[in-house]
Every structure is written in C-alpha cells, then in structure tokens.
C-alpha cells in the first residue's frame, strides 16, 4: 500500500516549483486521499497546487489530474485522487505556485507538505456498496 509524501512536511517555497516523482504503478487500487497541509504562511499571499500525471515519469500531462482551490491559511486540506479513468498514469508529482499582494516584502513564502496515501480496494468495495444500498 503506498503512504508517502509528494511533498515532504515543512518544505518551505517562494517560487512556482514541481515535488518529486513517485511511481504510482504498483498500487492495488486506483483511488488515492491527499492531504495538503500549510504550517506557516505570510500575509496576503495564495497557494495553488495541482497533481499532475505521467505514463513514463519523463513526461507531464499540461493538465492537472486534480487541484486544491486557492489556499490563503494554515491548516489541513484532504482531496481524493481517483485515477480510475486514468489507467496510463504511473507516476505523480505537485506543481505548486504561490502569489504574494499588498504592502511589504513581495516574495511570497509557504511552508507546507503533502501525503499520498492510497485506499485500499476492500475499503473502497464496501463504500460503494454502502453508497448503492442508500441509493
């Protein structure tokens, strides 16, 4: 079961940059939860970060495969990952892009990490039964 991070807690970023690749391809399921997590910030600034796909861990699709809504705060983020309708996707990576307004120093600056951390097939099975029994 894969549980790593795509980017390693308290990174800390003042330019647009990519997290490192990791190799998907030997996941049982398809279905991923992330969880994005600011631990310091500056004021008037914002974080957009994205999860980008790739068949051979070479070449990047342009679009993001899922992306969190623009961040402003601290605090912890989940977003599922399902790359079910995507089964060339091997390996992942965060491209991330922080922005900085106003007054003051013009650098933006983030601490943050990110987790991927894969939901395993049973689980996934029951939810689904659940979900149809509600139905």
Not at 5 to 25: E, R, W
Not at 101 to 127: C, H, N, Q
Request: proline share 6%.
């Amino acid at each position: 079961m894969i549980d790593t991070a795509l980017v390693n807690d308290k990174t800390v970023v003042s330019a647009k940059g990519d997290g490192p690749t990791v190799d998907i391809g030997g996941a049982a399921s398809r279905v991923f939860l992330l969880t994005l997590e600011i631990t310091k910030i500056i004021e008037q600034e914002s974080l957009d970060l994205g999860i980008h796909g790739s068949a051979d861990g070479a070449t990047w699709g342009a679009k993001q495969l899922v992306s969190y809504p623009q961040k402003f705060y601290c605090g912890q983020s989940p977003l599922l990952l399902d790359l079910t309708a995507h089964p060339d996707v091997k390996f992942v990576r965060a491209h991330w892009e922080p922005a900085r307004w106003g007054r003051g120093v013009e650098t933006p600056m983030f601490e943050f990490g990110v987790r991927l951390k894969e939901i395993p097939p049973d689980i996934l099975r029951e939810a689904t039964a659940e979900a149809k029994a509600l139905a």
